[in-house]
């Protein structure tokens, strides 16, 4: 096909990065069948960073104060990114989770 053509074009200019294209190409093909705003823009996080994303958006919505002083500084994160991932679906890509919606 053409962009697997163009993939591998690219890939001979480049190497050292064919293998993270590879990665990113795989990503794609499994997230889109999953977002469907994927081609306009969508969340996609690493499973290891899920916590810091949930608390993130919590700030960057106003749910929580940014400077997180007391109270707010006792919130169970990890709760509340378990909580969060009900909205988000989990793709599974050379081992690694990801999580979209």
């Given at each position: 096909s053409y962009t697997e053509?163009?993939?591998?074009?690219?890939a001979a200019e480049y190497p050292d990065e064919a293998d993270e294209l590879r990665l990113w190409t795989k990503v794609q093909d499994e997230a889109?069948?999953?977002?469907?705003?994927?081609?306009y823009g969508?969340?996609?996080?690493l499973d290891a960073y899920?916590?810091?994303?949930?608390?993130?958006?919590a700030e960057d919505i106003g749910a929580v104060p940014k400077d997180l002083t007391w109270p707010?500084?006792?919130?169970?994160?990890d709760a509340g990114a378990d909580a969060l991932m009900g909205d988000y679906t989990s793709i599974e890509v050379d081992g690694?989770?990801?999580w979209t919606r």
């Open positions: 053509d163009l993939q591998a074009e690219w889109e069948g999953y977002a469907a705003d994927w081609h969508e969340s996609l996080i899920f916590v810091e994303y949930a608390q993130d958006l707010a500084s006792y919130i169970d994160w690694l989770t990801y």
